[in-house]
């Protein structure tokens, strides 16, 4: 019982172990990983100063099929360029009315996806791609709720949720 907080280093650990078994211990200044054939002390911090995850009360919030997210991040993000100086570009636009559209576009191809939804308010933001992609590869089964805010999006499934801030800029007539 209790909590730690993991490096980055350790997630790659636990990923590449072949181990069938690990062995977790955590102080307030060190991670140590143990398995059969190796072992690993990371330095740590205290979990209390990790902060707090920022609710977003205020924006336009539905609920959105984790399958759904999915599908936009394979299907939808592919498009988007990441490289441009047209920062609006590296994001999926997600324009939410009576259903929630969609778009990715590098200048050359577009990618559009509806999806229908139930929360009844309307809102347009630019979601990052790399924030699209982590929600979607984290989310697991169910269902996600999407905030979109002014200037951040939020994503909430049964055991994570993520907070980016929007891409600034205006998304492109499509």
Not at 26 to 50: C, N, W
Not at 109 to 130: D, M, N, Y
């Amino acid at each position: 019982a209790g909590q730690c907080l993991l490096p980055p280093k350790a997630l790659t650990i636990l990923k590449e172990s072949s181990d069938e078994e690990l062995t977790i211990e955590a102080t307030s200044t060190e991670v140590k990983i143990e398995g059969q054939s190796a072992r690993f002390s990371l330095p740590s911090k205290d979990p209390a100063e990790f902060p707090s995850v920022k609710e977003l009360t205020e924006g336009c919030q539905f609920d959105l099929p984790a399958e759904g997210l999915r599908r936009i991040a394979s299907q939808v993000a592919y498009a988007v360029d990441e490289d441009s100086t047209r920062y609006q570009l590296g994001g999926v636009l997600f324009s939410v009315g009576d259903d929630l559209h969609t778009v990715a576009t590098d200048g050359r191809r577009l990618a559009c996806l509806k999806i229908e939804t139930q929360g009844g308010k309307t809102a347009t933001g630019i979601v990052p791609a790399k924030a699209l992609r982590t929600v979607a590869s984290a989310i697991g089964d169910g269902v996600a709720t999407v905030t979109l805010s002014q200037s951040n999006a939020m994503f909430r499934g049964d055991s994570v949720a993520l907070v980016s801030p929007l891409v600034e800029g205006r998304f492109p007539a499509w």
